[in-house]
């Protein structure tokens, strides 16, 4: 078992570049759709700007302070979706019957599953949200410690791993309705969407489900009210961006039962 | 004419036969649908009367926009999605070679999978909508026929533009590039991301002129009666970008196919 999981990561290191290699045959191609990948991710941001063009203020926010919830959310979500989106994939494999060839070969089906098809073009998202975290940092008028530095850097890490254990339990429910591919989009990116605004502007219920059922608000929303000195809503202490580590763990534990759930019930189609 | 109804009916039960993605769709539609009516409800909370929406129509687009999507198809639709694969591998030899129009077949093939979606992922976030917010429906018979003009306008603009994006994989070899600039520009400019009448100054003008202007904006403003100059000359504008593209889409048909022919097939 634990030798397994430590040759985990070589070997989805082998699986990526294969795919990698493959996406460069064509060089010209690779860079136009990642250039446009850029282009459309940061669209949302221009469209805040644009929203700014008739206001000063959004649910209390600057556009700063709305550039560093965004880009955070931006950033989370790209990264996620570069490791493990192609995950939502498996309920065509499991369709099409190409999902056994995974069972049988001597990596896990789990890699080869979030490694299947791996887009380097993805890295459009998570670039375009490092420039406009740069923009948000410059005009934030934020007090740099390495502790704040470190937090921020963390709740990122930890934001990430909450996107890539939803991309995992999107899938495994694609165990039970195979066609349902489109369901996880919901969370994943209608999360992102969400936590690009200041979560309080969705009302009080959407905060406690945010915090306490689908934990979108650990992603970037309380690290982010902390890294500003703001206050958190629903009575909550400040410090509760902190737990984001936390939150990460838990949810691991749960996308990992549930795939594991999935692979159990997982009968081929035979086709 | 038959054949092309024939193909229309099929590819809508072909459509239909996908009932958990239907409906996992549709639910992703009404989810954002939510999202995006608490952000335009802060929008419209912070500036009354942006853009000459009241926070009734800021809503009633917000669920127009969800359900209009997939039918109109603006960031790809399956359908057109496999025209592209079928020049990329060069099956649309076959398409060549049938007694059909290769435009015809796949506007006919566009239009039930657009049927069919407009009949359940239009009217389900739609109906969600209308029951939690308080939207905006056109009043009189009269308006309604102009709502359902303008819808079937929008699918054929989208269906032209999506159309010339695959056929130009005849001339380069991987369109994924073209679907993803595609993607980028109808997202902005049909007021996917944030509705047209919200953007400033020249951005907004030049955006409002745009044939992605017509796959969704116009259709909706016909809907909320707030086209700047009137139903006429949104349905107007429609026509012209509608005879563009397909004269467009023509021309393109006959170049490729000649192309294909030179090649040898």
Sequence with gaps: MVERVLRAPAQYWMLIMMWVRSSMAYPASFFLMLFSSMVLTVMDFVAIVLMFSHISSFGGFSLAEMALLYATASMTLGIADLFTGSIERVGERIRTGTFDAYLIRPVP???????????????????????????????????????????????????????????????????????SAELANSFTYGGQTMTQYPLAIFGKEIVRAVTFVVPLAFVNYYPVLYLLGKPAPLGLPSWIG????????????????????????????GS | MGVYWAIAVRSFRRFSTYRIATVSGAFTNTV????????????????????GYDTADALTFVWLQQGLLMPVGIWGATTTGELGERVRSGEIAVDLYRPTHLLLWWLSVDLGRA??????????????GALVFDLKFPSSPLAWLAVAAGVFLAILVSFGIRYLVALSGFWITDTRGMEQLALVLSSFFSGMILPLVVFPGGIGDIARATPWAATMQVPIDIWLGRNPG?????????????????????????????KVVIQGG
């Design chain 1, 242 to 269: 902190l737990l984001s580590p936390l939150v990460a763990v838990v949810m691991v534990a749960l996308a990992s039962l549930a795939w594991r759930a999935g692979l159990r019930r997982y009968r081929s189609t």
């Design chain 1, 109 to 179: 089906a789990f890699l080869q599953t979030a490694a299947d098809g791996f887009a380097l073009r993805r890295l459009g998202r998570p670039f375009q949200a490092l420039v406009v975290m740069v923009f948000a940092f410059n005009r934030l008028d934020l007090e740099w410690t390495v502790a704040r530095g470190i937090m921020l850097v963390v709740s990122i890490l930890a934001g990430t791993v909450i996107f890539g254990a939803i991309f995992v339990l999107g899938a495994a429910f694609q165990f039970l309705a195979v066609d």
């Design chain 2, 115 to 128: 049927m069919f979606q407009l009949l359940v992922r239009g009217g389900a976030p739609l109906l969600v």
């Design chain 2, 230 to 258: 009137g139903i006429g000359s949104a349905l107007l504008f429609q026509l012209g970008w509608i005879v563009v593209l397909l004269l467009g889409a023509q021309l393109v048909t006959s170049v490729a196919t000649r």
């Design chain 2, 32 to 51: 954002f649908g939510f999202i995006l009516c608490g952000i335009y409800l802060t929008l419209w909370h912070e500036r009354p009367g942006l853009g």
